[in-house]
């Protein structure tokens, strides 16, 4: 059973999370770090930038993109 086309956009949408636990250097210490990856096309941060405030104008360039 596959996903559908719906769920798969919704995944790609998404955000990636990566999370890792390691000791410090001296053993002291428990480092968990987590870093999250989210990719934009350039047209939203030009369109952010500009100063643009309608977003279905912002949302017809991003379409352009995706």
């Known amino acids: 059973m596959g996903l559908t086309t719906k769920k798969e956009e ?3 949408s998404m955000p990636i ?3 890792s636990v390691n000791k410090s250097k001296d053993g002291k210490y428990v480092v968990q770090r987590t870093t999250i990856t ?3 096309p350039t047209a939203y941060y030009e369109a952010v930038l500009a ?3 309608d977003e ?3 949302e017809e360039e991003l379409k352009e993109f995706a």
């Open 17 to 19: 999370i990566r999370s």
């Open 51 to 53: 100063g643009k405030r």
């Open 10 to 12: 919704q995944l790609r």
């Open 38 to 40: 989210h990719i934009k």
């Open 56 to 58: 279905d104008d912002v």
